[in-house]
């Protein structure tokens, strides 16, 4: 019996109505659609850059770390642990109200009565039934059913008996499932909602792998709803009616995430054992193997190429766990044999480094040979050296001793066992160390205290001559040091800090003042001495440079010229047709400063001083000027961005001018009653400007630097005249 009751026009126009209504309420409403994936968010970890490491390799390996590809003893990127989306799960659809029109009730009927009932009355469709398409329905409604769910009540009806229902050539085919996608259907790109009866629909997945998808659709799709899946491509084909079809690609929509960015993956290297030996201890406490509640929770690959163990978690807070189980496994035994380590040096010298273990710890073994000095002369050549006074005057002495060749610590051994060896590697500025693991963590806690970041010192000098005349006569120190400064106030310039009575005050008293060019003093004592000497006096600035040395290493700063002085002179050969050698040597005069500066823990700067000033005068023997000069040596010590002024190098320059009528003034006896003479005495004094900074980070680096170039773009651009 089948029977397909329509409600009356009447009542069928209310339900129409209510139905519109909500459907003008739905269009309300924004879709929701699957939204592009973002960015990661805050996984990756700031670091800084990559700094060198220990790094351990085998005795007798193969493989050696490449110096430009060297990790981190610790990696560790944290996942998002989000492995589903949410938005993509419906809300269970409600029932379905009395708002149908159509209420169905087969009993007992066979199939062919069926569809020929739904498809060729209801519809209006042309159909063709396969043959081997049989069954009996027996199925009714207890509410009323709207036109658009009596499809899918058809196709559910034919899978019960094996059949499904294709749109083909214009017309719908009722066939047996399993015939249903051979030669039938093409499989479509578009949404599963056009539909028409039973399709294949490809899905690209975007981050799983199909065959993996097809794993978690298993337990949710029918037994030929997974089609086809294609790694290659990942691709995965899909076959169902239009209602399966949506259910399957809500699940996918669910689980197809950044798997990738879910998971927290963490690489640790180790120093003590290696990670064959380790790997079975991990697995053992968190492995699939270890029966555990969290087995499966974690996956550790081996990397023994460098060593390291990987870690994969799809909680980011157990790996902090693994983390802290790895550094204790970590250990190797008293007894373990030695092993060989690679320690890259970041600031030293590998070879001084090596000196001072060797000192720390006692030295023994051989030395490494010296490296050969590149560069050379031809056969019968002689040098040209470059030196300074001092040391030309000092070289003979030098010449006398023979030169000790440079100790380097090279291969050497540590302990009463001789069984720890460290040699200095030059090329890379390495050390290579063989020990036992407990011998190399004392020697390794050395190092790390050793091989420490120097400090850098920006060292800045202004040179000043100044012209000794009048009130100068007897030198800038003396000066200072008689000049009352309460009576002529107006030495103090009027933009110095404060009010004139506040200057004198710090400038000191008149007793006090002459310390003042051997004293540090801050940039505005500096100001106001050289505003003093301009006002008496000319003040030239010949020199103003401004370097970066660092703790511990000598600045030079010299201005000046270089004198050819020769130094050996051998005259050969027959009287008259002779040939001169001699060794030439180019002296640097002029102003030469020599800074060594050495910084305390608390910011105060040593400072080694050796001043020199020195100028060619009349010649002497062998055509050779003589050099004037004047030397000074001291060390003092003052806080970092203090001035130290150092000065008392004074030099006399002595004309002789004559005048007279031409001629008259040549006459023997006479003469000098037609010329007069005139001696002029030109005094100087050298006075120089030391202040050192002491650079502690790359941040006060980058701020000196940054005024350095200010004072650049400050100065008055260049005019051709």
Known sequence: MIRIELLNAACL????????AVLLLAACTALQERPVEQERIDR?????DFADRESEIGLGADDELDPDQVFEETEVYRGTGVFVDQRAVRDRAAPPGEDGEITLNFEGQGIQEVVHALLGQLFQENYVISPGVSGEVTFATARPLKRDQIMPVLEMLLRWNGATLIWREGQYHVIPIAEAVRGNLVPRFDSAARGMGYEVLVVPMRYLAPSKMAELLEPYAREDGVFSADNTRGLLFLAGTRFELQNYLQIIETFDVDWLAGMSIGMFTLSRIEVGDLLPELEGIFGEGS???????????????LNAVMVITPHEHYM??????????????????????????KNLEADVLAGYLGDLFGTGGARPRQREQRGGLAPGMEPAQVSSV???????AQQRQPQQPRQTEGGMQLGSDGDVRITAVQETNSLLIQASPSQYDAILSAIKRLDEEPLQVLVEAQVLIVDLSDTLEYGVNWFLANRNIDRDSSLIPDRFDGTRQDN??????????????RRAMDRTFVAATINALESVTNVRTISSPSLMVRNNSQASINVGRQLPVQSTRFVGGTIGDGSTIGNVQYLNTGVILEVTPRVNPGGLVYLQIRQEVSSPGDAGVGDNPTINTRNLSTEVAVQSGQTIMLGGLIQEDEQINRDGVPGLQR??????????????????ETLVLITPTVIETTEKLRETSDEVRSRFRALDPLTRR
């Open 13 to 20: 126009g209310r339900r129409l109505a209510i139905v519109l």
């Open 44 to 48: 990756q970890l700031a670091r800084g």
């Open 291 to 305: 029966e555990s509640p969290l087995e499966g929770m974690f996956r550790f690959m081996p990397l023994e190429r």
């Open 320 to 345: 902090n766990e693994a983390e802290r189980w790895i550094r204790r496994l970590d250990r190797s035994s008293p007894e373990a044999g030695a092993r060989l380590y690679v320690y890259r040096v």
């Open 390 to 396: 001092r040391d030309f005057q000092s070289s003979q």
């Open 504 to 517: 004198r005050l710090r400038l000191g008293a008149a007793d006090n003042f002459a310390s003042i060019t």
């Open 667 to 684: 006459v023997p006896v006479l003469g000098g009653l037609f010329r007069t003479t005139r001696n002029t005495m030109a005094r100087t």
